[in-house]
């Protein structure tokens, strides 16, 4: 299975080890938020100097933060820096309104229109293309970059509505998810992503599932712990989507919990339902939270090598 994990560490010291860890462990990947050290490319490319496999991604990059072009560049140059072609995944998203007017003071009138405008630019020039786009968000004009063909970066979308997941297909390698559970993954994500780049004459995208798990006996007590932990993800429109179509209503039931033989099962069932990729957030329950984020690893460990 690809198992990965996310992408942890507030100093470079700690950055280091837990990627050597992850890569001697089996995992196929770390996926780092957009908050990782205060810039994640950052610890991805000391990460990536230090592993050799590994894969390294952002889940995600705000687009509103940066401009298409910036972020491109940026990435380019840190997989560059990385040395190892082909290991870095940019995973993009519009973020969400009280976040983007609150924080940025930018206007999110228009999320769709502004994530496919910023998506067609930046998968040209990771392509190693120019961009050339005139849109209403954007106008862009700008050669190719250097050294893109060699970095060979991967992109991906955060795409949760069944707009992003168009463009997600249609332009980008695949789509990069949080909160979507299998019921989600098999009903919503994968007809209309699939379909999308099937009519867009792409490969199959990828499809990469990130949800909180916990190896945990008592069932109950686990959800009431990611109720508290997961709690925002209840109060943002964009999950509260993506939860209903997972017929859930809320973060607490989303999350995979139970002992070993329940989660391994619920784990199979996402790549049953299209995932070609899960991301785990272990988080733990019960009075010790070392020994129960240990237990969790351990499981995952074991199935990243099935």
Not at 28 to 48: I, K, Q
Not at 72 to 85: D, E, H, I
Not at 152 to 160: D, E, F, Q, R, T
Not at 290 to 297: F, L
């Amino acid at each position: 299975m690809r198992i990965g994990l996310p992408g942890l560490g507030a100093t470079a010291d700690q950055v280091v080890r837990q990627a050597e860890q992850a890569e001697a462990d089996g995992f196929t990947s770390l996926w780092y938020t957009s908050t990782v050290a205060g810039d994640p490319l950052v610890p991805m490319t000391l990460a990536a100097r230090a592993t050799s496999s590994i894969e390294l991604g952002t889940a995600v990059l705000q687009t509103y933060a940066c401009h298409p072009v910036l972020q491109a560049a940026r990435t380019v140059s840190a997989a560059a820096a990385a040395g190892t072609p082909g290991r870095f995944t940019l995973g993009v998203g519009p973020s969400h309104e009280p976040f983007v007017t609150g924080m940025f003071g930018l206007d999110y009138s228009n999320p769709g229109r502004h994530t496919e405008e910023y998506v067609q630019i930046v998968a040209s020039l990771l392509a190693g293309e120019s961009a050339q786009h005139d849109g209403v968000e954007f106008k862009v004009h700008t050669p190719a970059l250097p050294l893109a063909s060699e970095a060979k970066v991967s992109l991906l979308v955060s795409a949760l509505a069944p707009r992003l997941l168009r463009v997600a297909g249609t332009y980008a390698d695949g789509t990069v998810l949080w909160m979507a559970n299998a019921t989600a993954v098999e009903r919503h994500v994968v007809p209309r992503i699939r379909k999308a780049a099937a009519d867009a004459g792409r490969p199959d995208p990828r499809i990469v599932v990130g949800l909180p798990v916990s190896v945990h006996d008592d069932i109950n007590e686990a959800r009431e712990v990611a109720a508290r932990l997961f709690a925002v993800y209840a109060q943002l429109p964009n999950y509260q989507r993506i939860l209903a179509y997972g017929d859930v209503a809320g973060p607490a039931e989303a999350a995979i919990v139970g002992d070993e033989g329940s989660v391994s099962r619920q784990v199979q069932a996402l790549f049953d339902a299209g995932a070609t990729d899960v991301w785990a957030a272990p988080f733990p329950a019960g009075e010790d939270g070392k020994a129960s984020r240990q237990r969790t690893r351990a499981l995952l460990k074991e199935l990243a090598a099935s």
